[in-house]
Structure formats: structure tokens, C-alpha cells
Antibody, heavy 120, light 108 residues
Framework: QVQLQESGPGLVKPSETLSLTCTVSGASISSYYWCWIRQPPGKGLEWIGYMYSSGNIAYNPSLKSRVTISIDTSKNQFSLKLYSVTAADTAVYYC??????????????WGQGTLVTVSS | EIVLTQSPGTLSLSPGERATLSCRASQSVSSSYLAWYQQKNGQAPRLLIYGASSRATGIPDRFSGSGSGTDFTLTISRLEPEDFAVYYCQQYGSSPITFGQGTRLEIK
């Protein structure tokens, strides 16, 4: 059974960098696409981006200039960095596995999510 | 960017009733690349349906998806108490991937 677990600081100051890690168990991180999705409190879901271990990557254009997703195959982890954060980046951040079939992009399973608050 | 509009915003029904949730896209979703998720309070979303009509692994057959083009529907044939939650549609026919704003299914 594949499980994902997010970790990282719950509080980030404005203009600083949000850094989160997702640890994957039950599957090799080299064999799938992995992604990040966020949900501001009380609001809907926003796709951030996804990456394959080979380097194939896609970001939401609305965040592309501030986001980096990377994979560490030795630790079976992948990470998110979001630069120059503002209060608008306050959200629950989820990591998830992306579907593998060509052209398809659905997300299953998901991590439990971690709340990141941007505040001084 | 494809905008997904879900209706109604809130649906109030009783256990045992049939629920019909709508997801309308601002432009055609290619290849019926549409998914549905269920999110319970304080939990992560769970995949229900992909490809507009295929049930994900372990999803009961009371959940069904249909539609194509710009109009999609999630139907729950007979509501169980555990089905009351928020439901989101998501399109992956074109980039960026987008989600609807959600439909809250509440107990009447």
C-alpha cells in the first residue's frame, strides 16, 4: 500500500522560502510521477506541479516563476520549494502520486496534508 | 485555462436518496479527461472517478460518473451516511490542471 507523508515548517515568514518534503513508502519514487497540490483554508484545490524522476516536470503557470519540485531517489522523497511567499500562499499542502498512463493526470493516493501559514 | 463550475454549491439530501452533482467546463475537456474526488472534513481528497466514468480501486458501485465535452455528472445512487462530504471535479485535458470549486453534500 502506497503511503505519502508531508513534512516541513508550519510557519514561514513573508518573502522567505516555503520548503516541504514528501516521504513515499510502499512504492519506488523512480517509477511514478509525483505532485504537489494546495488548498487555502476553506477554499478549493490548486495544482502546483508534478515531476518524474527522469526530470520530466510541469508546473502551474500561475506559480511557475516561484516553484521548484525535486526528487531524491536515495531517500524515496520529493520536495517542494516555493519562493518569496506571501499570505496568499497560506494553505494545506498535499503531496500525491500522479497517474502513470500517458496523457492522464489524476491523483491517487494523497498524503494527509500539512498546513503552512505565512505570517511574520 | 479551463474553468470548472460545480453545481449546486450545497446539496441537502437524506440517506438513501440519490445525489446528482454537476461539473461544467468553460471549454470542451478533451478525451473526457475528468476526475472526481471526495473530501471529508480534515482529510485529504480521495479519488473516486477518472476518465469521466471509471471508478477508482475500492470505490463502491453506488458512485458513477458520466458526461463528455463540457458537461459531467457524478451520481451517488443511494446515499450512505459516510457519503456526506465535499466533492471536487478536476480536468486534465489541458494545462494547467484545474479543479472545480466543490459541491458540499450535507445531511438534510
Amino acid at each position: 500500500q502506497v503511503q505519502l507523508q508531508e513534512s516541513g515548517p508550519g510557519l514561514v515568514k513573508p518573502s522567505e522560502t516555503l520548503s516541504l518534503t514528501c516521504t513515499v513508502s510502499g512504492a519506488s519514487i523512480s517509477s511514478y510521477y509525483w505532485c504537489w497540490i494546495r488548498q487555502p483554508p476553506g477554499k478549493g484545490l490548486e495544482w502546483i506541479g508534478y515531476m518524474y524522476s527522469s526530470g520530466n516536470i510541469a508546473y502551474n503557470p500561475s506559480l511557475k516563476s516561484r516553484v521548484t519540485i525535486s526528487i531524491d531517489t536515495s531517500k524515496n522523497q520529493f520536495s517542494l520549494k516555493l519562493y518569496s511567499v506571501t499570505a496568499a500562499d497560506t494553505a494545506v499542502y498535499y503531496c500525491a502520486r500522479r497517474s502513470t498512463a500517458s496523457g492522464t493526470v489524476w491523483f491517487d493516493p494523497w498524503g494527509q496534508g500539512t498546513l503552512v501559514t505565512v505570517s511574520s | 485555462e479551463i474553468v470548472l463550475t460545480q453545481s449546486p454549491g450545497t446539496l441537502s439530501l437524506s440517506p438513501g436518496e440519490r445525489a446528482t452533482l454537476s461539473c461544467r467546463a468553460s471549454q470542451s475537456v478533451s478525451s473526457s479527461y475528468l476526475a472526481w474526488y471526495q473530501q471529508k472534513n480534515g482529510q485529504a481528497p480521495r479519488l473516486l472517478i477518472y476518465g469521466a466514468s471509471s471508478r477508482a480501486t475500492g470505490i463502491p458501485d453506488r458512485f458513477s460518473g458520466s458526461g463528455s465535452g463540457t458537461d459531467f455528472t457524478l451520481t451517488i445512487s443511494r446515499l450512505e451516511p459516510e457519503d456526506f462530504a465535499v466533492y471536487y471535479c478536476q480536468q486534465y485535458g489541458s494545462s494547467p490542471i484545474t479543479f472545480g470549486q466543490g459541491t458540499r453534500l450535507e445531511i438534510k
